[in-house]
């Protein structure tokens, strides 16, 4: 059912839009945990809504953003519902990150998890033309562009008469403290959109030291008094003894034999290194993945503690502020679900990088 327009939450402080004159307010569909919408109010852009068919976004999402949370499928949503969530008279901003989906769970006898396709960009270009926002941005992994829906998508919102601008985004150079690179989409109907220049440069990355060298030492399968969500998995007795010999960037190849896993012995295994490593204090991490919490599943070890990084760990590496709330207080923390939800979300510091970049060509084009 459509919520009601009076039951929208609008609790953040108004948003300065074009020449700081017009309102602009956002929805963010595939909102996830909150890591895009958090960014765009850092930046003051009021965030109206998020929308995804997660359950357990609810909490982490209301919580740490006062924005509204939609549980629904995209798919089935109208742009009219959304449209709800606009105070007439705003710039209306649609952004969000449609996930890469398993190509189908009913294929038999194949490994279908790293098959993938967007055809969520479908309904995400669907409610674009819609709901006619003035400007539309999209997060995505780089790969995107390969792909026959990214074009179609594109050209799409060319089609219904938007400047479309993209970038591929080298995360450290706007200060997140991660070698991730992500595509960056605008689309304006004032024209094109330009991503601000980078804030940072190699000399002053931000690194794994910067991020989360003051957090208090916890040992494997341990979490700390103080935040729940800083707590390590266990270790076993092998995997104890392998992180033990690893050092920091280094590889399992360092590893005396014994510790070297069948599958890194045969030729094909010794060439994938980049599992079972541990991170660097003076480099950014590597890219924080929904798996970041295992020592075996990436390099996601602890430059000096004997574990893997902790889900606080990964949370600051993907800059959410060191409060942010994931699960309700005394709720159980699970590795699976909240590794999902921080590996999956937009850095915060990408989002406001985002948010600056509308807000300048806002301010720019006095459309
Ligand atoms: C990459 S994550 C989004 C991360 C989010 N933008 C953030 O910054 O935290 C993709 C999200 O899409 C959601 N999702 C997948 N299919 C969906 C659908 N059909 N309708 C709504 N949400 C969907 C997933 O639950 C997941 O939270």
């Known amino acids: 059912m459509p919520a009601s327009p009076d039951r929208i939450i609008a609790t953040q402080p108004a948003a300065a839009g074009r020449n700081g004159e017009t309102p602009l307010s956002a929805v963010d569909l595939f909102c996830g945990t909150g890591g895009l919408t958090h960014g765009l109010i850092k930046e003051g852009i009021r965030v109206n809504a998020g929308i995804d068919l997660d359950p357990s976004c609810r909490y982490p999402y209301e919580h740490n953003n006062r924005s509204r949370f939609i549980e629904r499928d995209i798919n089935l949503l109208s742009g009219e519902e959304i449209l709800l969530y606009y105070p007439v008279g705003d710039i209306k901003l649609l952004v969000g990150c449609a996930p890469c989906q398993p190509f189908s769970t ?50 799409r919102l060319k089609n219904l008469g938007y400047d479309v601008t993209s970038y591929r985004v080298y995360c450290p150079q706007y200060g997140i403290p991660q070698t991730r690179t992500r595509l960056v989409l605008f689309a304006s109907i004032y024209g094109p959109i330009n991503l601000i220049s980078p804030t940072h440069s190699t000399n002053d990355f931000l690194t794994v030291r910067d991020a989360i060298y003051h957090l208090e030492p916890i040992a494997a399968g341990e979490s700390s008094k103080h935040d729940p969500l800083h707590r390590a998995s266990a270790l076993s007795t092998l995997n104890l003894r392998r992180m033990r010999a690893s050092r920091p960037g280094g590889t399992w190849r360092d590893w005396n034999k014994a510790l070297v896993a069948t599958c890194h012995k045969t030729t094909r295994g010794t060439t994938y290194p980049s599992v079972y490593g541990r991170m660097e204090w003076d480099k950014p991490a590597p890219t924080v993945t929904t798996q970041c919490h295992g020592f075996g599943n990436g390099r996601f070890g602890h430059p000096e503690q004997d574990r893997a990084i902790s889900l606080r760990e990964a949370a600051l590496l993907q800059t959410f502020p060191e409060d942010y709330a994931f699960v309700e207080p005394d709720a159980r923390v699970t590795f699976a679900q909240i590794g999902r939800l921080i590996g999956n979300a937009v850095p915060v510091q990408l989002a406001q990088t985002i948010a600056r970049s509308i807000l300048n060509h806002l301010e720019r084009h006095d459309a």
Do not use: A
């Open 106 to 155: 009913y294929t038999q006898g194949r490994d279908t998890r790293t098959d993938c396709k967007w055809g969520l960009l479908n309904s995400f270009s669907r409610l674009v033309d819609e709901v006619s926002p003035q400007i539309v941005s999209m997060e995505n992994v780089p790969q995107l562009e390969k792909h026959d829906v990214y074009d179609l998508f594109v050209s």
